[in-house]
């Protein structure tokens, strides 16, 4: 009664209050609704002495309380606040004002303990506090998250907790130190039930409290976010480093691979234009096609490789769409020789606009993967490719191309994994060639440039592959390209040609393939790049071609100094030779002074091509 009366003096506005008799029926308050405050006698019919504070404050571990003790009992008022209440006043001696004034501070404490409960669990940073003269520890609710622990009293007595909490051992661990030195860092870990490591850093201190005991008080930190962090953070360096490391390797392998290729490729292509009996040609014939099919492997590679690198660009170039789609039919014949199997493409229902802007090769990449599977896995019937225009306006257009095909289908649950790398559909009954790799370049490939590509099944019925990508419209272009035919070069003189190449079998291929296309070809050939100098001082030549990795002066090297030192050389042609398959992004063929490249193991025809292009007819 004394204390309503004492309230309603008070200025406080707005007030409720509920008043309970028991501990019990005040914790079911509590329970059931928010309280700006708690005044607690720690005297109660079910309830008396600090055991009153302790279960409160076990259960509602944020609840503001002032403890109402009897005359005389300061002693217990200052106790109680040790433990945890955030005020005390004796009863009966309670002015409105003064009561008022306590009121207001301790509701406000409140809410500043609010804002430290949740700064505490943002920053995952919880305190806690031993009482050394009574043991007792108490710890914030972000305190006993971190460790894992429920908070279900007050305060808990250490050496009671230590035994029945395990993980409490980390802050124990730090005592002999501050008790020693006054203060301790401590970087742990342990694990939480769940098996997951939790990393912390406990800080702590002697300190000393209201009554000038001596306490310790410490901070946990939980910093297991960081650590992973940091260990993630390694993880990728060492992942990046590795493939750094793992392009040098594929690119230096694939450049072995591929030199001896060009020795295998050209001197079976030069064989099979010999006199041989059929079972040597078809011996020939095997070895052709086998090294077809690996020089393919060793090219899909350092394709995927250099799309895992982020290192493939774009070009940009207007083509005729329909010309390139009849000269991948055209292509695509020779393999379907043994096969009972229609290629062809199939116009879009409206007009095409037949000249775009893109990356012409990167399309035809695209296609020859996907009609190359397509007639791969169909034995008779169809594949065709259906062109779709999907939208246009007059500058862009979007085209969709469906690889349809009658063959044997794909499994549904394997279509989802179709596009990913190494991926096989597994068959009993047929043995087919290939890495895997080839879709999941298509996918790059069109996603890179915007496009998306896709599939549908029916196990043996058939398969469409598509996909769809914007192009640019281009204006109508010249068509251009030199048509390899006969021999270009004056008749009525030689034709001459410096080879600059250390590599023996490179050299008989080279002059066994130039010696049949150009019969009037004079060709001079140098083992090192000195040797290339050397030539160039005696003799004029219409054409080097020039091999990169040599020995003595390697072919940028020797390059450059033609460009520099040797007279009349900025209408010589240089063109490179080399198995190094991302040359043209390789800044020193560009600073070098070429005029072209032909990639080993050359393709005659291309080859050829290069060496028309530079080499025109000169009027004699
Ligand atoms: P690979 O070089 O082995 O052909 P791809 O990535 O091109 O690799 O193809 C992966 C797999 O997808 C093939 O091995 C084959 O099982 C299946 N596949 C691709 N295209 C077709 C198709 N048109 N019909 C049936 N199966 C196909």
């Known amino acids: 009664m004394l204390l309503r009366l004492s309230l309603a003096q008070t200025d406080l506005a707005d007030m409720e209050i509920d008043h309970y008799l028991t501990l019990g029926g005040g914790l079911d308050a509590l329970s059931e609704k928010d309280y700006a405050l708690v005044l607690l006698d720690l005297s109660l019919p079910d309830s008396r002495g600090f055991e009153t504070l302790e279960r409160l404050l076990g259960r509602f571990p944020m609840a503001n309380v002032i403890v109402m003790t009897g005359l005389g009992d300061d002693h217990l008022g200052l106790e109680a606040v040790r433990l945890g209440a955030q005020d005390f006043a004796v009863k009966g001696s309670l002015d409105p004002n003064q009561l008022a004034k306590m009121l207001r501070y301790t509701i406000e404490r409140g809410r500043s303990r609010a804002r430290m409960r949740e700064m505490q669990s943002l920053a995952h940073i919880g305190n806690w506090e031993l009482h050394l003269p009574t043991r007792q520890w108490s710890a914030s609710e972000e305190c006993f998250r971190i460790l894992g622990l429920k908070r279900e009293k007050a305060w808990l007595i250490w050496d009671e907790a230590l035994p029945a909490y395990p993980v409490l051992q980390c802050i124990n661990d730090t005592f002999e130190t501050v008790l020693e030195q006054g203060a301790c860092d401590l970087n742990t870990s342990f694990d939480l039930p769940d098996g997951t490591k939790r990393y912390i850093y406990i800080r702590c201190k002697s300190a000393l409290d209201l009554f000038g005991e001596q306490v310790i008080s410490g901070i946990i930190q939980d910093v297991t976010e960081e650590r992973e962090g940091e260990e993630l953070r390694k993880v990728h360096e060492v992942a990046?480093?590795?493939?750094?490391?793992?392009?040098?390797?594929?690119?230096?392998?694939?450049?072995?691979?591929?030199?001896?290729?060009?020795?295998?490729?050209?001197?079976?292509?030069?064989?099979?234009?010999?006199?041989?009996?059929?079972?040597?040609?078809?011996?020939?014939?095997?070895?052709?096609?086998?090294?077809?099919?690996?020089?393919?492997?060793?090219?899909?590679?350092?394709?995927?490789?250099?799309?895992?690198?982020?290192?493939?660009?774009?070009?940009?170039?207007?083509?005729?769409?329909?010309?390139?789609?009849?000269?991948?039919?055209?292509?695509?014949?020779?393999?379907?020789?043994?096969?009972?199997?229609?290629?062809?493409?199939?116009?879009?229902?409206?007009?095409?606009?037949?000249?775009?802007?893109?990356?012409?090769?990167?399309?035809?990449?695209?296609?020859?993967?996907?009609?190359?599977?397509?007639?791969?896995?169909?034995?008779?019937?169809s594949v065709r490719v259906h062109l779709q225009i999907k939208a246009s306006t007059d500058q862009r257009l979007k085209l969709r191309f469906n690889v349809v095909d009658t063959g044997i289908g794909i499994p549904a649950d394997q279509l989802d994994a179709i596009f990913d790398t190494f991926t096989r559909v597994r068959t009993k009954d047929r043995i087919f060639e290939g890495t895997g790799l080839g879709l999941s370049i298509v996918k790059n490939l069109v996603e890179l440039q915007g496009g998306s590509v896709g599939v549908d099944s029916v196990l043996g019925e058939g398969s469409t592959f598509w996909f769809e990508m914007e192009f640019e419209l281009a204006e109508s272009q010249e068509t251009s390209g030199p048509v390899i035919s006969s021999p270009s070069a004056p008749a009525d003189r030689p034709l001459r040609i410096l080879l600059a190449e250390d590599h023996k079998m490179n050299q008989l291929v080279a002059r066994k393939t130039l010696e049949r296309q150009y019969p009037n070809l004079h060709l001079d050939i140098a083992d090192h790049g000195e040797m290339a100098v050397e030539f160039l001082q005696q003799y004029s030549y219409d054409l080097v071609l020039m091999d990169i990795q040599m020995p003595v002066m390697d072919g940028f090297e020797t390059t450059r100094y033609i460009r520099a030192n040797v007279a009349g050389p900025e209408q010589l042609p240089v063109l490179a030779m080399t198995a190094h398959a991302n040359i043209e992004k390789d800044e020193q063929f560009h600073t070098s002074g070429f005029n072209g490249f032909v990639l080993k193991p050359f393709e005659q025809k291309q080859l050829f091509a290069m060496i028309d292009q530079f080499t025109p007819v000169k009027p004699s």
């Open 240 to 381: 990046q480093r590795s493939n750094r490391l793992k392009e040098q390797f594929v690119a230096s392998i694939s450049h072995e691979m591929r030199t001896p290729m060009n020795a295998i490729l050209g001197m079976s292509n030069l064989l099979a234009s010999t006199e041989m009996n059929g079972e040597q040609r078809s011996y020939v014939d095997s070895i052709r096609q086998s090294s077809e099919i690996l020089l393919g492997v060793i090219n899909d590679i350092l394709e995927i490789a250099s799309i895992q690198n982020g290192k493939i660009h774009f070009e940009r170039q207007a083509f005729h769409l329909p010309e390139l789609l009849d000269h991948m039919v055209q292509a695509m014949q020779y393999k379907t020789k043994e096969k009972d199997l229609v290629v062809e493409w199939v116009k879009p229902g409206q007009a095409l606009h037949p000249w775009l802007w893109g990356d012409k090769l990167r399309l035809n990449q695209v296609l020859f993967n996907l009609v190359g599977n397509a007639v791969k896995f169909t034995d008779r019937g």
